[in-house]
């Protein structure tokens, strides 16, 4: 096992990830910004040490991560998600310094890192993709000329994006032609490479996912779905474990699917797989995520297994101590995201400092958090203060409880998400399970 863990992160998957090692007994090396010297996790971790310059960029400063960490003597880094976490380059950099990227391969990263890529790998291994170009466009007429054979709506995206950023539904010829420049510009600026694509437009599809496990001696296990579907702007706010919508057939026939693709690329590691599920009940895949998500908590919840320490026990070569049949879904979990953000001014985040915190409990609540009484939500980071995940053996008890809680949940001193989340825990359609990504969308009168 590792001697000593670094945390190449911040907030609450800091935390997560410095629990897990605790629990592991591996000691832990935070890294934090100025702005963020006063976090939780920074206390929380063995030893603390603060990169620069600025408030972000050492935290994707993968040389000075790295050479911290030969300095204090870890022999591991935990990317998290976001920062540095799906930087293939940066997971090379660790193995040729002979530090463990808790993570997956750097040949894994790179392929999935590129949506273009993972769609033609998906085709491969008989894996549906929603239609699409073959590959990446530049031309418009090529973009027009593939529009008008699948017909309008299409959605432009970036092949090296994510976080719902560098995506364009368009409509017609006219849109289309509008948005695949500024598109392109757009992916350049944020990713580093302007090549898009365009796939058909599914109207209203649930967004479903499957957590992928896998070790260094080849084995490969899928702990279940989790429903995403409740979004704004194609971010993800509410997740739920098991999907409401699944039949233990497709269940089954997707997490295969899921498992072939993570097979056909040798992964190991955490990942998750997504695909989008029409009206109809087909389903086609949209990306591969190598890395550990944000939403992680409803598959812990609903099946008990330990993810982060997963990751931790897989990179340092042990391998799985479960399989697939092993895995059972014991209840109904839910989280919510609560971010410092003002549902009602178009989800615009918000600064402040919190004068009062005070977390709900009790039976089936769980909060991943790193935000607490006098802390300083700055403009530099993302908006998410805390997950909470609550579990219940009912769909309508996990509501309930969700209900409970956040009406429990004490947070002033900034706009949250908490009331939005009440609304939608009372809502008739949410309450029985009648939500797509539409949802947001078509319950404007949850927002009033
Ligand atoms: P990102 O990598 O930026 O998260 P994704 O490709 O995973 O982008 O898509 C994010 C969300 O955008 C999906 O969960 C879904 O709601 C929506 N979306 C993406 N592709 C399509 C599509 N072809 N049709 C309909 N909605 C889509």
């Not at 368009?170 to 509008?178: G, H, I, Q």
């Not at 919190?354 to 939500?377: E, F, M, Q, W």
Request: glycine share 8%.
């Amino acid at each position: 096992m590792f001697k000593k863990i670094l945390v190449a992160n911040r907030g609450e998957i800091a935390m997560r990830i410095i629990r897990a090692c605790r629990e592991l007994n591996i000691p832990t090396v935070a890294i934090y910004s100025e702005a963020d010297s006063t976090g939780i996790y920074v206390k929380k971790a063995d030893e603390a040490y603060q990169v620069g310059p600025g408030p972000v960029k050492g935290f994707l400063d993968g040389p000075q991560i790295v050479a911290l960490a030969k300095r204090v003597g870890a022999d591991a880094i935990h990317p998290g998600y976001g920062f540095l976490a799906e930087n293939a380059e940066f997971a090379s950099l660790c193995q040729a310094s002979d530090l463990t990227f808790i993570g997956p391969s750097p040949q894994a990263i790179h392929l999935m890192g590129n949506k273009v890529e993972a769609r033609k790998l998906a085709e491969s291994v008989g894996v549906p993709i929603v239609p699409g170009t073959e590959g990446g466009i530049s031309d418009v007429r090529e973009g027009l000329r593939f529009a008008q054979k699948i017909g309008y709506p299409v959605i432009i995206k970036a092949s090296a994006g994510g976080g719902g950023r560098g995506l364009r539904v368009v409509r017609s010829d006219d849109e289309l032609r509008d948005q695949m420049d500024t598109c392109s510009r757009e992916a350049l600026a944020s990713f580093g490479d302007g090549s898009i694509f365009i796939e058909k437009y599914i109207e209203r599809p649930h967004h479903i996912e499957f957590q992928i496990l896998g070790d260094r001696h080849g084995n490969i296990i899928h702990l279940g779905e989790r429903d995403c579907s409740i979004q704004r702007r194609h971010q993800k706010l509410i997740e739920i474990a098991p999907s409401l919508v699944l039949t233990p057939a497709l269940r089954e026939e997707m997490g295969a699917a899921a498992a072939r693709l993570a097979k056909a690329v040798d992964y190991d590691n955490a990942g998750t797989v997504e695909f989008l599920l029409d009206q109809e009940g087909r389903y086609y895949f949209i990306e591969m995520n190598p890395r550990v998500q944000v939403e992680h908590t409803v598959t812990e919840q609903i099946t008990a297994i330990d993810i982060v320490r997963a990751q931790i026990t897989i990179a340092a070569g042990e391998p799985l101590d479960v399989t697939q049949s092993d895995v059972h879904f014991i209840a109904y979990a839910i989280q919510c995201r609560i971010n410092a953000e003002d549902p009602k001014n178009n989800f615009r985040p918000c600064t402040g400092t919190v004068t009062a915190y005070l977390s709900p409990g009790g039976i089936g609540v769980r909060i991943d958090g790193a935000v607490y009484k006098d802390y300083t939500i700055s403009p530099y980071y993302d908006p998410l203060l805390a997950k909470l995940t609550v579990r219940g053996r009912t769909w309508e008890e996990t509501v309930s409880r969700m209900h409970r809680s956040l009406e429990e949940y004490v947070l002033r001193g900034v706009k949250t998400t908490i009331p939005y989340m009440k609304a939608i825990m009372q809502d008739p359609d949410f309450r029985e399970g009648r939500f797509d990504t539409s949802y947001i969308e078509t319950h404007p009168q949850l927002l009033d």
